[in-house]
């Protein structure tokens, strides 16, 4: 399956299924545990959904401090970030999170006024590589997500309720 067929599919399943439904799709097309969507509200990185492999009835974390968070080197850069194995990655040396999440692959959600909204990533507590296919995938879904994460703010003016749809 080509990876412009897939961002139609997960467009499709975001719109009439919903942002969990949509999330599980590109979660199974991964080796990772995690799958989640982020924004960040200040120095806190809110949790707007997570997939986690193995328990289906998780669907949301508590909000974090953004330095707390791989998340951090997304949202400074403004540009997709991956580690394969934190241990062995000198760019996370220190980090709070180096020894717990392992492997983590992040990518920006940019605003329609080029703000930074949030963070879409992949993450796991082991470390796993990921593929060029894996990783373009996210680049080529995170601008329906930004759209649909912008909408929710303008709909709510936070993102404290997220409609299942």
Not at 105 to 125: A, E, V
């Amino acid at each position: 399956m080509n990876n412009k067929f897939v961002s139609k599919f997960f467009k499709t399943l975001l719109q009439e299924k919903g942002i969990f439904e949509a999330l599980c799709f590109i979660n199974a097309k991964s080796e990772h545990r995690f799958t989640a969507l982020y924004a960040f509200d200040g120095p806190s990185l809110k949790n707007i959904c997570l997939v986690d492999k193995k328990d289906a009835s998780v669907r949301q974390m508590e909000a974090i401090e953004v330095s707390n968070s791989y998340c951090l080197y997304v949202r400074d850069s403004g540009q997709q970030f991956v580690v394969p194995d934190s241990m062995a990655d000198e760019r996370v040396q220190g980090h709070p999170k180096q020894a717990v999440i392992q492997s983590y692959c992040g990518m920006p959600l940019i605003g329609s006024d080029s703000s930074m909204l949030g963070s879409l990533c992949h993450f796991d507590f082991l470390p796993v590589s990921y593929t060029d296919d894996e990783v373009s995938l996210l680049e080529l879904i995170s601008p329906a997500l930004a759209s649909w994460l912008e909408n929710i703010f303008l709909q709510n003016g936070h993102y404290d309720t997220v409609p299942e749809r």
